[in-house]
């Protein structure tokens, strides 16, 4: 904590500097805290945090959870791996917020638009990761499924899942992290609803320290959201007999 404290401390220092010599672009972080805590007495942070929250949540929801699926049947599948490859790669590099124009066309402002861009911009690495984690499953797991006489289905739930499961969790938490921060450039870029909308609304209201305060209280979340999915996969490997991180 040591760091964060401290960077907070000069940042406090050069805010008042500033205001002492009539600047008005800065608010110290102790005016943040202030004008957050109104913010969360008066209501209005609530339905923001839970509109960004919720479409992010959402969003990956339907990008992981396809992209599991996929990323499974590529990892067991040479042949289809090697047949989606072009399209992986092709669809993989483009960025979401080039998309923003033509969700705008198809599904306005609002939360369908954000939950499509976070679902497509955690699906690909959640594609990619799950397919390696297959691909590094023991193979003599693998044979096991057809010699007990498992039908597809139990083979995925008995051997795949449970060999994957610890990188799996691995993967979510990344995608956790991937999807709070395309909803917050989701609103900033175009959808003027949630969190980062309410950031860039007192950016230009000027109002510095409820600005300021927004971009303390994302962080502040990432943080908490971090520490549940890390506690999470910790219990998770404690269970399956793997390493803790």
Known sequence: MALPLLLLGLFEALARRAA??????????????RALL?????????????????????GLLIGAGLGTLVGIGLGLS??????????????RPL?????????????????NLEVSLV?????WPQVLLVQSAVRQVDPQLLELGPLLGLSTARRLRLIVLPAIAPRLLTAVRMGTGFALVIALTIEIAGNPQGMGFAMLLAQQSLEPAMMIGWLMWIGAIGVLI??????????????????VP
């Open 226 to 243: 971090n520490t549940g999915m890390l506690r999470l996969q910790r219990a998770l490997n404690r269970r399956l007999g793997a390493a």
């Open 95 to 111: 960025p979401s917020v080039a998309l923003l124009p033509l969700m705008l066309l198809l599904f306005g402002f609002g939360t």
């Open 20 to 33: 002492a010599l009539g600047s008005e672009q800065l608010a110290p972080p102790s005016a943040a805290l």
């Open 78 to 91: 040479p042949r289809a791996s090697r047949a989606g490859f072009l399209s992986i790669e092709l669809l």
């Open 119 to 123: 679902a497509f911009s955690t699906f």
């Open 38 to 58: 109104r913010a969360a007495l008066d209501g209005s942070l609530w339905p923001a945090t839970g509109f960004t929250l919720g479409a992010a949540a959402l």
